[in-house]
Antibody, heavy 119, light 107 residues
């Protein structure tokens, strides 16, 4: 059974840092591109970042470029999101999501982890 | 960036109704479109990928159509478990972008 489990969320002050993790199981993690998608309270979905299976290709939303860093460790079946210089507008539930192979769409999602940026 | 415009933003419907949601891309995206369903407090669920392909395990009352800039998600006969918010997403180019969402409510 495919499982994605996020962790690392919490309350952080503006300007602070946080590292999110996503533990994957039930599939060959190293074969899939992965993504982070966030959802601010009461708002819609916002794509944050994507990383290819071998980390060769990495993309970011303009809203987080230069502040967030996506990475993965295929030996540990884990995806990460290092978030620096956090702002109030980064407050959201952060989901990790797996790409459908070679087609558009994210077929498996984690349960999400809440990040709250507030003084 | 490619903008995705969904309409309507909300719709009230009854069980058994046919519901249609549209999504328009600001430029052509071929069939690089996915549809998701999200219920309160839950992660999104993939319904349709590549504009018209039904994700495994999704009921056949859901269907998707379109290519280029105009896309449609249709629920042929609304069921109680279908009351949720629906999002389209383009995956033609980065940054990936979602539509604003359509909330399907009970009439």
């Amino acid at each position: 059974e495919v499982q994605l489990v996020e962790s690392g969320g919490g309350l952080v002050k503006p300007g602070g840092s946080l590292r999110l993790s996503c533990a994957a199981s039930g599939f060959t993690f190293s074969s899939y591109s992965m993504n982070w998608v966030r959802q601010a309270p009461g708002k819609g979905l916002e794509w944050v970042s994507s990383i290819s299976s071998s980390s060769s290709y990495i993309y970011y939303a303009d809203s987080v470029k230069g502040r967030f860093t996506i990475s993965r460790d295929n030996a540990k079946n884990s995806l990460y999101l290092q978030m620096n210089s956090l702002r109030a507008e980064d407050t959201a539930v952060y989901y990790c999501a797996r790409d459908v192979a070679a087609t558009p769409g994210h077929d498996y999602w984690g349960q999400g982890t809440l990040v709250t940026v507030s003084s | 960036d490619i903008q995705m415009t969904q309409s309507p933003s909300s719709v009230s419907a009854s069980v058994g109704d046919r519901v249609t949601i549209t999504c328009q891309a600001s430029q052509g995206i071929s069939s690089w479109l996915a549809w998701y369903q999200q219920k309160p407090g839950k992660a999104p669920k993939l319904l349709i990928y590549a504009a018209s392909s039904l994700q495994s395990g999704v009921p056949s009352r859901f269907s998707g159509s379109g290519s280029g800039t105009d896309f449609t998600l249709t629920i042929s006969s609304l069921q109680p478990e279908d009351f949720a918010t629906y999002y389209c997403q383009q995956a033609n180019s980065f940054p990936l972008t979602f539509g604003g969402g359509t909330k399907v409510e009970i009439k």
